[in-house]
C-alpha cells in the first residue's frame, strides 16, 4: 500500500489505498505502507521535478522518510518471512528531510506550489532502518551526475 492511506484519506488515491487496505485486513492479510522511495536507477516524482528545476505541485515544507528500494524490497521479504508479522507496517528511513532542504540540496531553483503540503513520515522503527542521511549521501551523487551532464533529467 502507501503511506497516503494514513496522510491523504481525503484524495482519490489516499481513500483507494485505505479501502484496499481494509479489504486485505478483512481477510487476514497483511498491509505494507510504502513511503517515497527512491532508486539509484530511477528518479521520478518530486524528486524529479526539483531535478530538473520544474515546478513542484507540493509545499516547500511537505516531508517525506524517503527510503532505498532495496531496503524496502529486503524489508518486505522479511516480513512475509516472519511467524508473526505485525497487521500493518509503515517503511520509511528513520528521521525525514523536507523538499525544501532536497531542492538546498540539489542546487535547484524549483518553483514551489505551496497550497499542497504532504507529510509521509514512517511511523515504524527497525533495527536495520536506515536514517536520513543515506538519502542525502544518494543527493549528492545525483547532484555530481547533473552536474556532469545537464541533459540528465531529459
Known sequence: SSMSARTEPETPYGNHRLICERLVLD???KVVRLGYMYSHDRVYGALRDI????EVFLSRESRYSFSDVRWNAKKIVDICESK???KCLEL????????????EIMGSRSRFNQERKDVQVARDSFDDQPDTSSFIRYLHKLRGKKNESPSLGE
Do not use: H, K, T, W
Not at 51 to 54: G, R, W, Y
Not at 92 to 102: F, H, M, N, P, T
Open 27 to 29: 481477510y487476514g492479510g
Open 51 to 54: 531535478l530538473d528545476d520544474n
Open 84 to 86: 508473526f508479522p505485525p
Open 92 to 103: 520509511g528511513s528513520s528521521g525525514s528531510i523536507s523538499l525544501r532542504e532536497v531542492a
